[in-house]
């Protein structure tokens, strides 16, 4: 088998550290492949996982980047691929007369997006019901298998594709090593924290503004929370621009942080609060397990799959819902203790980077 490892379309986001993740494993275990990679998966892998690797500096996904098509459809050639793994999809390129492995992460395909889809300006909504008819119209043709990361996506999968002769499995997505190493923490991002008073309480919401990702109800939270309750977000310094000073200083807005900045980060709060309203995966959900933090989440079933009792549950809906779940978690340090023991106990479930790494090599071994 010549595998092609294909993480060109991936730029932003938990996909593009899953694929550093598999491209470094797949290394260690001693594996032979190709990878066809983005400037952004290029940049942060190691020396000798970028040895195997070609960067392609266009997205195959763009509508007018046939030149990046057509270079992944020359590395098929030159290096005679007969397996293609794209990490997530969709490709929006059709490998040649080879098998096609395509990872899905698109929560928007499977769940219910009316109330996002309400939030969108007219031109994202135009192209949402766009991309509602062209992803799965580009799984159906470009893939034999698809893996998803939770065995509730993959029963939503199978009724979304219903497509004879695509196979659908499950391989769960896991905690980043780098949690593991407290060698590699970098603490810069602490270091722009206010001073936490010990009556302060700190929720950490790590996550981009997406619209699915519900965050303008911080605005509205810290109107209502008592002032000692603040929010440590990587949002940046527009966010809630609008309000008085006071209500935006009790909204602390990082920007960007790298991977490495995130576990201090956690150090540094006493809960992870993750409004959001469509995912198929969030990795911040098993990063809280392991510093022993409180999740406080959406009562959403892509959430119960994976936290399952570890997480105190809200209405993402209903602001009173939230503010009431807050207040309880924040009052009450036995909950803390009962809900981060859970989230330990289920975080050993999960894979680890190399197993994640092995099942996916199972399913590659048996198309």
């Known amino acids: 088998m010549k595998l092609l490892i294909n993480a060109s379309n991936l730029y932003v986001g938990g996909g593009v550290q899953v694929a550093v993740s598999y491209i470094e494993e797949t290394v260690r275990i001693n594996r032979p492949f190709y990878a066809a990679v983005s400037p952004v998966v290029y940049s942060q892998l190691t020396d000798i996982a970028k040895s195997s690797c070609i960067k392609i ?81 580009f799984y159906r043709k470009n893939a034999n298998v698809v893996i998803t990361e939770t065995e509730d996506v993959s029963l939503r999968v199978k009724k979304l594709l219903k497509r004879p002769g695509i196979n659908v499995y499950t391989v769960s997505n896991t905690l980043n090593d780098i949690f593991k190493d407290d060698k590699l923490y970098d603490y810069s991002a602490v270091g722009k924290l206010p001073v936490k008073s010990t009556e ?7 996550s981009h503004n997406h619209p699915h990702k519900n965050l303008d109800t911080i605005k509205e939270l810290v109107k209502r929370l008592p002032p000692n309750y603040k929010f440590v977000t990587t949002l940046d310094e527009n966010f809630a621009s609008e309000l008085p000073s006071e209500l935006q200083k009790r909204i602390i807005r990082l920007g960007s942080v790298t991977l490495f900045q995130c576990p201090p980060l956690y150090q540094s709060c006493d809960a992870l609060f993750l409004p959001t309203l469509l995912e198929c995966f969030s990795a911040s959900y098993l990063e809280a397990m392991y510093m022993n933090k409180t999740i406080l989440t959406s009562d959403l079933s892509f959430a119960h799959t ?14 009173n819902d939230i503010i009431d779940k807050i207040l309880i978690v924040g009052e009450d340090s036995a909950l803390r203790a009962k809900k981060t023991s859970s989230g330990k106990q289920l975080l050993s479930s999960f894979p680890d980077a190399r197993q994640r790494a092995i099942k996916y090599f199972k399913i590659i071994s048996k198309v």
């Open 57 to 137: 500096d266009k997205s195959p996904s763009g509508m007018f980047n046939f030149s990046a098509r057509r270079k992944l459809d020359e590395i098929v050639s030159v290096y005679e691929i007969n397996t293609v793994f794209t990490i997530f999809g969709p490709s929006y390129w059709s490998p040649k007369k080879v098998h096609h492995i395509v990872g899905f992460a698109l929560p928007w395909l499977i769940y219910d997006t009316h109330s996002v889809f309400e939030k969108l300006a007219w031109k994202n909504k135009f192209k949402t019901m766009l991309l509602n008819y062209l992803q799965p119209y």
């Open 200 to 206: 302060d309480f700190w929720l950490l919401t790590i």
């Open 306 to 319: 994976v936290c399952r009792d570890s997480a105190v549950y809200f209405n993402p809906y209903d602001i």
